[in-house]
């Protein structure tokens, strides 16, 4: 089994900037993909932003040129740096990450932006 625990979050004002960790412990054999989703509520879950084992990153359009990921592959860690926050980023964000063929979620966090 693999456990994520994620950290940060909270609530923001617009134009702000969050920081989201998530690290991985237990069972782990390979990392594939790391990544964040979210979900606004009303909503489906929606990809954030991704990034392979070799570094490749895919963003949403709606956060390019606003987020960045990065992963530390010794640590197990992945994390998401967000700026010029707006109300539309509200939503629970949700760790992912694939190990070999399996995908396993983070519990979420809140993240509120206030106009």
């Known amino acids: 089994q693999v456990q994520l625990v994620e950290s940060g979050g909270g609530l923001v004002q617009a134009g702000g900037s969050l920081r989201l960790s998530c690290a991985a412990s237990?069972?782990?054999?390979?990392?594939?993909?790391m990544g964040w989703y979210r979900q606004a509520p009303g909503k489906q879950r929606e990809l954030v932003v991704r990034i392979t084992s070799g570094g490749s990153t895919t963003y949403a359009d709606s956060v390019k040129g606003r987020a960045t990921i990065s992963r530390d592959n010794a640590k197990n860690t992945v994390n998401l740096e967000m700026n010029s926050l707006k109300p539309e980023d509200t939503a629970v964000y949700y760790c992912?990450?694939?190990?070999?063929?399996?995908?396993?979620w983070g519990q979420g966090t809140q993240v509120t932006v206030s106009s």
């Open positions: 992912k990450v694939v190990v070999l063929t399996t995908n396993y």
């Open positions: 237990g069972s782990i054999f390979k990392i594939n993909t």
